[in-house]
């Protein structure tokens, strides 16, 4: 029988995916309007300015009992006082739950239950982070390295950044005294 060379690569010390399957993604400042609270900060930035990138290994289609796995890397780097982060989201499929675990850096996943209640959880390497359905999620990072997060999620479960467009998270983390700190 012929033995099969893996179809992607994942070195969780470099926090690096690879291989055929694996999509890249990155978000840009001006593809977050609105995101951050300081207008007045993010218009005076490089809106080419990259906030994080993605990277996704995705086998098959979307369907269910199907999952995804990647690693999100959340750049240093603050607008005004506001440290860099994701967009965040729910689940298209509200009931879709993910993992998340720290890689690399340092910072922390806000979780936000439909009741718009807020917990916070640090991330760091080897944090282990069980995001139930439900729950909108937004990482930050709150370090001067790169944020590196590894999430395996079922892969019909879709994104809806709508709801967070419309009302946000009711927790910010900022830097205050040179320390990240949660409004
Ligand atoms: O599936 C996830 O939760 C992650 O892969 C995120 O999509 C990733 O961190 C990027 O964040 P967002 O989708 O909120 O832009
Ligand atoms: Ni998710």
């Not at 690879?18 to 993010?42: I, N, Q, T």
């Not at 890689?103 to 959880?121: I, T, Y």
Request: aromatic share 8%.
């Amino acid at each position: 029988m012929n033995i099969l060379q893996a179809q992607a690569f994942f070195d969780g010390a470099s926090a690096t995916l690879s291989g055929a399957k694996v999509v890249h993604s990155r978000k840009k400042l001006k593809e977050l309007p609105g995101v951050f609270a300081d207008s007045g900060a993010f218009a005076r930035m490089d809106p080419e300015t990259v906030v994080y990138e993605v990277d996704a290994h995705q086998e098959g289609e979307a369907q269910e009992g199907g999952l995804l796995f990647g690693i999100s890397h959340v750049h240093p780097g603050k607008v005004g006082d506001e440290f860099f982060m994701t967009k965040g989201h729910y689940h298209a499929l509200r009931n879709r739950a993910e993992y998340y675990w720290g890689l690399g850096g340092e910072g922390l996943l806000l979780l936000m239950q439909e009741d718009r209640s807020v917990r916070v959880e640090r991330v760091c390497p080897g944090s282990l982070h069980y995001i139930p359905g439900n729950v909108a999620h937004r990482l930050v990072n709150t370090g001067l390295e790169t944020l590196h997060v590894g999430a395996c999620w079922p892969s019909d479960a879709g994104h809806d950044y709508q709801a967070i467009t419309d009302a946000g998270f009711p927790a910010r983390v900022v830097e205050k005294d040179g320390r990240a700190v949660v409004i």
